[in-house]
């Protein structure tokens, strides 16, 4: 009965933890205000910073019309565990704020702005030892940011492992009928290159309008698995074999270059328990009392409290 009454009493204190408010914070860049949430359970000595995917996904997870909350809940899980957390806005998303354009906006503009938050979150806290966590384009950010901060380990959670028009080639596969897949090829192989395209045919615009082009020819050069192989941090990679957007070849590329690199069967790119193709998925993306994948948050925890970051 001991037992039973003290495992209770952890579990209350675990969801008391979780339920905590966070401390709204705010990060002042020369051209911009950045907004984030700070989690801070008492005697936390490890600290993880999320770093959303691509497009207005925002600290929680989540973007207009889809809310999965599968960023929130993982800061709730890690906070349960006794790690500090700090979730935030990038430029462009939630509460987040710039005077940059969107001509204006670069990879590289990212991952400064997370090396800022690694150092606004040392001033806080100097023996802190902070873990970069990226989810999708996020754990691209994490890795590059990584290189020239003082951090603890990167996470790389459903990143990408091989170049961007690799990937963008294999999604638009079949999708990319006659004269429109001549110049997606056209277009793409000039931005690899380094070439700005002025003339895009309307149904290519989403993708590769003038004004996203200066961020695309950065982010088509950068290798994924080469920033791995450059980390003198250590680095766990997990991958999920539900995912719909990052494929097994990405996370065997990233974990040749791994400290510990874990394929959690079922587990989709928004880290719910989901099986199945498209379909099947979409509920997911749009339906935040999912939990996690209950393989997801032991296997974190695990590695930030254990001896690969000594």
């Known amino acids: 009965m001991y037992r039973i009454l003290s495992a209770l009493l952890l579990l209350n204190c675990a ?7 966070a401390e709204a914070v705010v990060l002042d860049r020369p051209d911009a205000e950045l907004y984030g949430s700070l989690y801070w359970p008492e005697g936390a000595g490890q600290a993880v910073i999320l770093h959303a995917g691509s497009g207005p996904t925002d600290r929680h997870g989540n973007q207009p019309g889809m809310q999965n909350d599968s960023l929130r809940l993982l800061a709730r899980g890690l906070v349960a ?7 935030i806005d990038k430029r462009f998303a939630g509460e987040s704020r710039t005077s940059l354009s969107e001509a204006e906006i670069r990879p590289s503009v990212y991952v400064e702005d997370l090396r800022a938050w690694v150092d606004w979150l040392h ?3 100097a023996q802190l030892r902070i873990h970069l966590l990226g989810h999708s384009e996020g754990a691209l950010f994490a890795k590059a940011a990584a290189m020239r901060s003082e ?5 790389s959670l459903a990143g990408a492992g091989r170049p961007a028009g690799v990937i963008l080639r294999e999604q638009t596969e079949g999708r990319r009928p006659g004269e429109i897949g001549v110049e997606f090829e056209r277009v793409l192989s000039s931005l690899e290159s380094g070439q700005r395209v002025d003339e ?27 920033l791995a192989a450059g980390l003198d941090v250590p680095l766990l ?27 959690i069967d079922g587990m989709n790119h928004v880290l719910k328990a989901v099986e199945g193709a498209l379909p099947a998925q979409l509920p997911s993306y749009t339906d935040p009392s ?3 994948h209950e393989a997801l948050l032991p296997l974190i925890a695990d590695w930030i409290e254990g001896p690969v970051v000594e």
Not at 151 to 155: E, K
Not at 237 to 263: K, M, N, P, T, Y
């Open 15 to 21: 969801a008391a933890l979780a339920d905590r408010p």
């Open 81 to 87: 565990e006794g790690i500090a957390v700090l979730a």
């Open 123 to 125: 001033a806080r806290n």
């Open 151 to 155: 951090v603890a380990s990167v996470i």
């Open 200 to 226: 895009v045919s309307p149904l290519l615009q989403a993708l590769f309008r003038p004004s996203i082009q200066p961020y695309l020819i950065e982010w088509l050069a950068i290798d994924p698995a080469a």
């Open 237 to 263: 990679v997990i991958g999920g074999s539900s995912d719909i957007q990052v494929g097994r070849a990405d996370f065997d590329a990233l974990a040749a270059h791994a400290d510990r690199a874990e394929w």
């Open 290 to 292: 999912l939990p996690l």
